[in-house]
């Protein structure tokens, strides 16, 4: 049973940087796409960036992009999601969910209707960490 555990969260300043990782064990990740949510208190969760099982496609939410980089170190068995320019709209709890691998098919095949909808969707993901809270304020 593949189970994630997040670290990192913390308490950062606007403009600064934070560092999360996803640490799996009971399986390897290289079998499976990673997706980060986030979710502010009173809303829904979002999915913010994702990362093929390849490592090799990554897509982000609007919201994030160019301040947010996702990368995987299979090796490791973590995935890693590199917070920058952070601003206070980015306070939330960060949880990592893996899926069973299909972004890289998708990409291949061209369906990026599916492609966007795999890294939004928390439903399309079968395991989840706990969290993990990052607090952005002056």
């Known amino acids: 049973q593949l189970q994630l555990v997040e670290s990192g969260g913390g308490s950062g300043q606007p403009g600064g940087s934070l560092r999360l990782s996803c640490a799996a064990s009971g399986a390897t990740l290289d079998g499976y796409d990673i997706g980060w949510f986030r979710q502010a208190p009173g809303k829904e969760r979002e999915g913010i960036s994702c990362?093929?099982?390849?490592?090799?496609?990554?897509k982000y939410a609007d919201s994030v992009k160019g301040r947010f980089t996702i990368s995987r170190d299979n090796a490791k068995n973590t995935v890693y999601l590199q917070m920058s320019s952070l601003t206070p709209e980015d306070t939330g709890v960060y949880y990592c969910?893996?899926?069973?691998?299909?972004?890289?098919?998708?990409?291949?095949?061209?369906?990026?209707?599916?492609?966007?909808?795999?890294?939004?969707?928390?439903?399309?993901?079968?395991?989840w960490g706990q969290g993990t809270q990052v607090t952005v304020s002056s």
């Open positions: 969910a893996a899926a069973g691998e299909r972004l890289d098919t998708y990409l291949k095949r061209g369906w990026m209707v599916a492609v966007q909808a795999m890294c939004v969707k928390p439903s399309n993901y079968d395991y």
């Open positions: 990362i093929s099982s390849s490592g090799g496609s990554t």
